[in-house]
């Protein structure tokens, strides 16, 4: 059976982790920049206060 619009969306986030994950698919090429979880605040602000500049910004 076919799987519907809905269960698509909904497993998308699985399946990208797993590719990830499994060093299928790479987004170094898209990172720009890198914060630790405790710098949440400060990565915010300076993906807003440099939107020229960043290609994605990573917390974690």
Same mark, same amino acid.
Do not use: Y
């Given at each position: 059976?076919?799987?519907?619009?809905? &269960?698509?969306?909904?497993?998308?986030? @699985?399946?990208?982790l797993?590719?990830? @994950? !499994?060093?299928?698919?790479?987004?170094?090429?898209? $990172?720009?920049? %890198?914060?630790?979880?405790?710098? $949440?605040?400060? @990565?915010?602000?300076? @993906? !807003? &206060?440099? %939107?020229?500049?960043?290609?994605?910004?990573?917390?974690?």
């Amino acid at each position: 059976m076919k799987e519907s619009v809905i &269960e698509q969306i909904v497993s998308f986030p @699985a399946l990208v982790l797993s590719l990830l @994950a !499994s060093k299928a698919l790479s987004v170094e090429g898209i $990172v720009s920049h %890198r914060f630790p979880f405790d710098q $949440v605040v400060e @990565a915010l602000s300076f @993906a !807003s &206060e440099h %939107r020229g500049e960043v290609g994605k910004v990573v917390i974690g």
